[in-house]
């Protein structure tokens, strides 16, 4: 299971990387830094969607590793093939869901004044800064958002890892922690 979460966290940062970087490279190499309303509006989508997909990602990896070290005999009942795809595909999921939600809501808000933004790809806080119309309501929803889909995995890393630390330094013999630590590397 480690492995097949590793492969998508590998997918993942290499799409990461093609959300942001061929366009800046573009913008480097002809001089034209222009990028349209809709190209921008797809980069934020796609690179919001990668963040969401890399924190449930990072999530469901330590949750496996909270398995292998802490309970090491039921490991393979409840870290089985069909338990694994469904955390991978529920982090996906989950990350393009929110981020469509999102930046449908940022792409119906009203644009004026100055269509310029000073950074070198399509973030939200600038491209809000942009907006003619009131996006209190629009922020504190993205916060909301934002918070459902970090807070909840950064916990459950969080306390997976205490636990597993917890697990390891009950363990007698110095051989043993240290392949125990091993496996968390």
Excluded at 77 to 90: E, H
Aim: aromatic residues 14%; contains cysteine; hydrophobic residues 45%.
């Amino acid at each position: 299971p480690m492995y097949f979460l590793l492969g998508n966290l590998s997918c993942l940062e290499t799409c990461y990387s093609s959300t942001i970087l061929p366009r800046t490279l573009a913008g480097l190499l002809t001089g034209d830094r222009t990028i349209s309303f809709i190209e921008c509006i797809t980069q934020l989508y796609f690179f919001g969607s990668m963040v969401s997909v890399e924190c449930c990602l990072l999530s469901a990896m330590s949750y496996d590793r909270y398995l292998a070290i802490c309970k090491p005999l039921y490991y393979a009942a409840l870290m089985n093939n069909s338990v694994c795809f469904r955390l991978a595909a529920g982090s996906w999921v989950s990350g393009f869901v929110a981020c469509t939600i999102t930046t449908c809501w940022i792409s119906q808000i009203i644009y004026c004044g100055p269509n310029e933004i000073d950074h070198f790809f399509c973030d939200y806080t600038p491209l809000v800064k942009l907006s003619c119309s009131d996006t209190h309501l629009m922020a504190l929803v993205i916060f909301l958002f934002t918070s459902i889909l970090t807070l909840p995995p950064f916990l459950l890393t969080l306390a997976s890892y205490v636990c597993i630390i917890a697990t390891i330094h009950r363990i007698p013999s110095t051989a043993g922690r240290q392949k125990a630590f091993y496996t968390c590397c």
